[in-house]
């Protein structure tokens, strides 16, 4: 089973400042990756997927890179709406598995 | 609007069996891969099973193997999961989730419902 390992756990920021978080995988998964946001009390929503591509309807702020095993989540200039918990997640065998998740929080 | 909504989570007793269902509209739900995400409470996401578009393909994760058993039925758009032997551990939120494409599937959960809850407990 792949691990991802998420980081930071928190992240404190402020509306208007640049996020970065990080997802490191336990052995390669190629660029087959996604990125999740949920918000509390909601079902999670696709932002990423393949590593860089914006899934219908996410802004342009939101962005991913990476390959390999270490992926990264870049949120340019933060909205009130992007505080809420971030998941990447793996496709490249079985199981497919979640990164335990990066709270990003307002300061 | 595409649609997902799940029923059948209660409480149950460890060991006992459950039957959760999802309906899908809003798409042609024959041509997708479907899944199922749990979520213990204030806890991550997990990927428990998906089903290929034509029923013809099942994979889980380890701790259910042999436990639950996916299912559908495309006559009616609809998902199941079929879970036995249950225990404490299994007491999450289920979600409902469609693949992001078609037929072969892209292994990404783009449209997820509001999902039901499964207590599993004495």
């Known amino acids: 089973e792949i691990v991802l390992t998420q980081s930071p756990a928190t992240l404190s920021l402020s509306p208007g400042e640049r996020a970065t978080l990080s997802c490191r995988a336990s052995q390669t998964v190629s660029s087959y990756f996604a990125w999740y946001q949920q918000k509390p009390g909601q079902a999670p929503r696709l932002l990423i997927y393949d590593a860089s591509h914006r899934a219908t309807g996410i802004p342009a702020r939101f962005s991913g890179s990476g390959s390999g095993t270490d992926f990264t989540l870049t949120i340019s200039s933060l909205e009130p709406e992007d505080f809420a918990v971030y998941y990447c997640?793996?496709?490249?065998?079985?199981?497919?598995?979640f990164g335990q998740g990066t709270r990003l929080e307002i300061k | 609007e595409v649609q997902l909504v799940e029923s059948g989570g209660v409480v149950v007793q460890p060991g006992g069996s459950l039957r959760l269902s999802c309906a899908a509209s809003?798409?042609?739900?024959?041509?997708?891969?479907m899944h199922w995400v749990r979520q213990a409470p204030g806890k991550g996401l997990e990927w428990v099973s998906l089903?290929?578009?034509?029923?013809?393909?099942?994979y889980y994760t380890d701790s259910v193997k042999g436990r639950f058993t996916i299912s559908r039925d495309n006559s009616k758009s609809s998902l199941y999961l079929q879970m036995n032997s249950l225990r404490p551990e299994d007491t999450a939120f289920y979600y409902c989730?469609?693949?992001?494409?078609?037929?072969?599937?892209?292994?990404?959960?783009?449209?997820w419902g509001k999902g039901t809850t499964v207590t599993v407990s004495s």
């Open positions: 809003g798409f042609n739900f024959d041509d997708y891969t």
């Open positions: 089903i290929s578009w034509d029923g013809g393909s099942a």
């Open positions: 997640q793996h496709r490249d065998n079985w199981p497919i598995t």
């Open positions: 989730t469609k693949d992001s494409r078609g037929y072969s599937g892209q292994y990404y959960m783009d449209v």
